[in-house]
């Protein structure tokens, strides 16, 4: 169902306010706060980045952009060694904007947390074992890696309307590999959960021919949900500085 006028632009107006709320705690933060769009191909997140990208922009808020690195990985994506190099990218790229993010927002067209039903569906083919699988989530629990708490945003899509908006199927995106693929990712939403500060879980074939309502909803999700981040990360600071000395 489409948004009528007046809750659109009541949702604006709010998107508006929070951004314009947050702007100075972004800038003033000590670390990067993290947003990871994972979900169906197909189903709207670089679209959504990109609207991000430009609405942060203009609203004056810090925001740096990852693309996914499926679209610049060397290796062919039948290898074993695809998954492997793509999170050993991501890696870098976490710590890169640890290094040099200071006081922004960093967005993830898929990140880290999006590799899980990638791997498991290598495991499934053969191409991983379980016990590489284990060793791999056990590098996501280090201590390098305990700071990557993003908002996750997770898109599902039918394969039917994924490969609709795709044009044709292709050897990745079609019926079968995406049904295993939502299946997948739908199993595993507690590690989902458990690897992000915040998710939101959104099916996309009702936003289907109305890209603005489901940019406009996301939108205020994600500012939202950094707002929480950030009164979180205060009241933690001001608790730590307010304990006293024993």
């Not at 925001?63 to 996914?68: A, H, L, N, Y």
């Not at 990745?172 to 693929?181: C, D, G, I, M």
Request: glycine residues 6%.
């Amino acid at each position: 169902m489409a948004i009528n006028v007046e809750d659109k632009l009541k949702k604006l107006e709010e998107i508006d306010r929070t951004l314009e709320e947050i702007k100075g705690e972004v800038t003033g933060s000590d670390k990067p706060l993290f947003i990871e769009l994972i979900g169906t191909p197909k189903s709207g997140k670089t679209t959504l980045k990109n609207a991000i990208q430009n609405a942060f922009d203009k609203k004056g808020i810090p925001v740096i952009t990852r693309r996914e690195t499926a679209e610049y990985n060397p290796i062919p994506k039948s290898s074993e060694h695809y998954n492997f190099w793509m999170i050993l990218e991501l890696m870098k790229n976490i710590s890169e904007d640890f290094a040099n993010a200071k006081g922004k927002v960093v967005i993830y067209d898929r990140g880290l947390i999006d590799r899980i039903p990638w791997m498991k569906s290598d495991i499934s083919q053969g191409k991983m074992s379980q016990e590489d699988y284990g060793r791999i989530i056990e590098m996501y629990q280090s201590n390098y890696l305990k700071g990557y708490k993003p908002i996750t945003q997770v898109f599902f899509t039918s394969p039917q309307l994924s490969i609709l908006r795709k044009g044709s199927e292709g050897r990745f995106v079609n019926n079968r590999t995406l049904t295993t693929y939502n299946s997948i990712l739908n199993q595993e939403l507690d590690t989902v959960r458990n690897m992000s500060s915040r998710t939101n879980i959104t099916v996309t074939d009702q936003y289907q021919g109305r890209i603005k309502d489901f940019l406009i909803d996301q939108m205020a999700e994600i500012s939202r949900d950094l707002k929480g981040e950030i009164d979180k990360k205060v009241r933690v600071k001001t608790a730590d500085i307010d304990e006293p000395n024993l």
